[in-house]
């Protein structure tokens, strides 16, 4: 407390501005009973959480969320189109969600990887802002190089996107800022938002990265997500630590991330790379010649589970497989159908496997918990009759942080296995 009274007359101004600027926000009032998620700080608010809205929000607007009683819990993004209709982003009363927020939030996002995870290196990618994690629900940034990319998932901080091109444009000097949106969120959140360059220049196609001493050509536009799996990339580089003159099947390879990790770093005999998608496998095959190791590696353009068959049947044997199939559940209902598709997956490449073979697999379906996850390996293990052992249980890259308070976004496993 200040001994100063014009000091304290100053504060006291600020706190009554502050006062009536949250006075004069829209409310939106939680049911009863349904507030204890948002006071732990889970940023969603659905629908079913609202027992009512007071003064009209427009799409896109700051609110205030209190409980049935008026205390308040938190300030959001209000979106009448989508079924998450607030998301919070700030709990302290005297803090708006505006631009010095936004622009906090980022720098705190880029201090991260900057000076804790040391990830600033000029052909280097990383995610840079990783949605709830960095506190910024809705936003995505990956760094390529000199390039950023943008994911947009709720309509507000998509309206917000000048405001938050001009900040990262101020923070980071870019060669090109880039939006990519994924699929279905343009009808959940109500979006109208076109892809391509906000920014800046457009980068080559290909342009290139380094991860681990792997180059790897990507396509910013029309690749995958924003272009790379960058989530993969430490569990890439510890799959290389086993696969000192193993054959590998590398399965759902998309640009060859975890067979040329093998092959460049981890002394791998061969590798055979699959994938549903022909563009991806262009740019895998350029990368196998990228890197000198073209000669060992092919790829076969299919569905995973006709290439397994097609193998079993032809009695073939690899000395490690690696599986890392597309989300498989989107909705809690669908979670059953996904735990069959991983035990049949998994049995599958058990089968392939030699005697006391790596297997590397993958669960990025957020809603498929570790546990139900393991119970599907054991299953699969027993109909493969082997055994199983985990040797490493691995998430995603530490540049892709996760939230402590949303649960949800703790979305991929990957074990690392030894399969008698
Ligand atoms: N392991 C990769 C990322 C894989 S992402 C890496 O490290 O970069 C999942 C991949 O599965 C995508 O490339 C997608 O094209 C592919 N895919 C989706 N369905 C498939 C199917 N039924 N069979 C084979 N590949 C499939």
């Known amino acids: 407390m ?52 007071e003064g009209d929000p427009a799409a896109g607007a700051e609110v205030q969320v209190v409980t049935d009683r008026g205390e308040f819990i938190a300030r959001g993004l209000f979106n009448p189109h989508s079924n998450i209709r607030v998301r919070l982003y700030s709990w302290r009363a005297d803090c708006a969600v505006d631009e010095t927020f936004l622009s906090e939030r980022l720098d705190a996002a880029l201090a991260l990887r900057r000076d804790v995870l040391d990830r600033n290196q000029p052909e280097s990618a990383c995610r840079l802002v990783a949605s709830e994690a ?15 990319v943008l994911q947009l998932t709720s309509f507000a901080l998509a309206e917000r996107r000048d405001v938050i091109v001009r900040l990262l444009k101020e923070k980071l000097s870019p060669a090109g800022i880039l939006l990519r949106t994924e699929k279905g969120i ?17 980068p080559p196609s290909p342009m290139f990265i380094e991860e681990f001493g792997v180059q790897y050509g990507l396509d910013l536009l029309q690749g995958q997500k924003t272009g790379f799996y960058l989530d993969q990339r430490d569990n890439r580089a510890a799959f290389a630590k086993y696969t000192a003159g193993r054959s590998v099947l590398d399965l759902f390879c998309y640009t060859g991330g975890f067979g040329l990790s093998a092959m460049v770093n981890g002394g791998a005999r061969g590798v055979l790379g ?17 890197n000198g190791v073209a000669d060992r590696m092919a790829f076969e353009k299919g569905d995973a589970f006709r290439v397994l068959d097609r193998l079993r049947e032809e009695g073939q044997q690899f000395g490690a497989v690696v599986l890392d199939p597309p989300k498989m559940a989107r909705h ?35 809603l498929v918990s570790r546990a139900d996850f393991e119970a599907a390996l054991a299953k699969a293990a027993i109909d493969a009759g082997r055994n ?33």
């Open 134 to 148: 960095d506190g910024l629900s809705g936003l995505t940034v990956d760094r390529y190089g000199k390039w950023l």
């Open 186 to 202: 343009r009808d959940a959140e109500g979006l109208q938002l076109s892809d391509g360059l906000l920014e800046g220049e457009a």
């Open 2 to 53: 200040s001994e100063n009274p014009s000091e304290v007359e100053t504060e006291t101004t600020i706190a009554a501005d502050a006062d009536s600027a949250l006075a004069a926000l829209p409310v939106v009032v939680i049911k009863k009973r349904r507030a204890l998620p948002f006071f732990s700080r889970h940023p969603w608010v659905f629908t079913g959480a609202i027992a009512r809205v």
């Open 274 to 290: 699959a994938d549903a998608s022909e563009a991806a496998l262009k740019i895998a095959q350029a990368n196998a010649e990228l």
């Open 332 to 366: 809690r209902s669908a979670v059953p159908s996904a735990l069959k598709g991983y035990a049949q997956l998994n049995r599958a490449a058990m089968e392939l496997l030699s005697p006391n073979g790596i297997l590397v697999t993958c669960s990025c379906s957020g």
């Open 388 to 420: 199983l052992q985990i040797l490493e249980t691995r998430g995603p890259a530490a540049d892709h942080p996760a939230s402590v308070f949303c649960p949800e976004n703790h979305y991929l496993d990957c074990y690392i296995c030894r399969v008698e």
